[in-house]
């Protein structure tokens, strides 16, 4: 069965510190993996995208890392801001077929002053 | 503009009256899908339009009915729903179905069913 797990699922961290979120999938065929920002009542925001063959990609103060053989990946903050309090969701495409996405069930991040 | 507008914002409708939300894209993306989230859930999908044909429909209950006027718009007509069917509900679109589509989602409109 496809699945994405998400941990931890709640995370509280002081402002200016740095933060790990994981995330495991079993997805078959695998496509790429995405990583979405999703502020309350919003839609989710495109952070990154990883195929099968990138192992780090980075957005400003958001680095994403992928291991395909484990099938983990890991979305670090650096330096936190208020702004970044939201839930943060991984998404695994299944190779083929129209854009079906495996949707994790997020980490909800707080960041607090 | 790589924006995707939803409209309304907010809505709230009783379990008799005929709604529609609506959505619009102009970054000339040739797919869109709906998707429903409840609180504290991912993301659901419903329809995805490709090419504004009906590609899939991942067995929707038919008081949701969508609609594709043109490539850059999308409804989902609303009809006795029920007090479960409140969510969020988002739209999005990606220029194909291609593996490495960026998918673009709207703010969403926030669904309330009494």
């Known amino acids: 069965k496809n699945q994405v797990e998400q941990s931890p699922q709640s995370l509280i961290i002081l402002e200016g510190k740095n933060c790990t979120l994981q995330c495991n999938y079993t997805v078959s065929p695998f496509s790429n993996l995405r990583w979405y920002k999703q502020d309350t009542g919003r839609g989710p925001v495109s952070l990154t995208i990883m195929t099968f063959s990138e192992n780090t990609k980075s957005n400003g103060r958001y680095t994403a890392t992928l291991d395909a053989d484990t099938k983990q990946s890991s979305l670090h903050i650096t330096a936190s801001q208020l702004s970044d309090s939201a839930s943060y969701i991984c998404v695994v495409r299944v190779r083929g077929g129209y854009n079906k996405l495996i949707f994790g069930a997020g980490t909800r991040l707080a960041v607090h002053p | 503009d790589t924006e995707v507008t939803q409209t309304p914002k907010h809505l709230v409708m009783g379990m008799t009256n005929k709604k529609s939300l609506k959505c619009e894209q102009h970054m000339g993306h040739r797919a869109m899908y709906w998707y429903k989230q409840k609180a504290k859930k991912p993301p659901e999908l419903m329809f995805v339009y490709s090419y504004e044909k009906l590609s899939i429909n991942e067995s929707v209950p038919s008081r949701f009915s969508p609609e594709c006027p043109n490539s850059s718009l999308l409804n989902l007509h609303l009809h006795a729903l029920q007090p479960e069917d409140s969510a969020l509900y988002l739209c999005?679109?990606?220029?194909?179905?291609?593996?490495?589509?960026?998918?673009?989602f709207g703010s969403g409109t926030q669904l309330s069913v009494l």
């Open positions: 999005a679109s990606s220029r194909g179905v291609q593996s490495n589509e960026k998918l673009f």
